[in-house]
T-cell receptor, first 116, second 111 residues
């Protein structure tokens, strides 16, 4: 099992450009999440999806959109990148939902995004 | 507001010693806690979790202690090794609310 995979690993954008971060999990998990991690701060939730076909806003959703393409894949899109979106982005998944009683989240390796 | 925090931003220990990393939380409704390890350039890695109906849980070389009275969580690492050097952070969850993460403590193990 690869667990949670993310692409790309690194990306540099100019202000105003758009891009999509891809995430996939092979653990048959119900829930998937997108976080950003900034220096000196804890992970902050951008969006999450409790099941295929559903998405909900987290703590910092502005400037982002998401798509739960199927149970395995959850993408994060920046429509018009801004320097404030320079960060490390992590995707995670968990069994939570669908009657599962565990909330443990498993993380991907991250995407390091720089917006110039 | 509610927060998840850590007492110390850095901790340096000698190889072979035991390490204790602390975490304070302020949401008395939190009922699930996780410790993660994050090595440089990598994603957070699950270490151990504990639910609020427990005070202590042990894993391989790690023990998590939960003191609900003072809202305090700690991670004990026995016989710390160089490979344990990383940032450790706690996370808390209250019911169906989102998981909230602390900023982390950097553990450095000196050979």
């Amino acid at each position: 099992n690869a667990g949670v995979t993310q692409t790309p690993k690194f990306q540099v954008l100019k202000t105003g450009q758009s891009m999509t971060l891809q995430c996939a999990q092979d653990m048959n998990h119900n829930s998937m999440y997108w976080y950003r991690q900034d220096p000196g701060m804890g992970l902050r939730l951008i969006y999450y999806s409790a099941s295929e076909g559903t998405t909900d806003k987290g703590e910092v959703p502005n400037g982002y959109n998401v798509s739960r393409l199927n149970k395995r894949e959850f993408s994060l899109r920046l429509e018009s990148a801004a320097p404030s979106q320079t960060s490390v982005y992590f995707c995670a998944s968990s069994e939570a939902g669908g009657g599962a009683d565990t909330d443990t989240q498993y993380f991907g390796p991250g995407t390091r995004l720089t917006v110039l | 507001g509610e927060s998840v925090g850590l007492h110390l931003p850095t901790l340096s220990v000698q190889e072979g010693d035991n390490s204790i990393i602390n975490c304070a939380y302020s949401n008395s409704a939190s009922d699930y806690f996780i410790w993660y390890k994050q090595e440089s350039g990598k994603g957070p890695q699950f270490i151990i979790d504990i639910r609020s109906n427990m005070d202590k849980r042990q894993g391989q070389r790690v023990t998590v202690l939960l003191n609900k009275t003072v809202k305090h969580l700690s991670l004990q690492i026995a016989a710390t090794q160089p490979g344990d050097s990383a940032v450790y952070f706690c996370a808390e969850k209250a019911g169906n609310n989102d998981m909230r993460f602390g900023a982390g403590t950097r553990l450095t193990v000196k050979p």
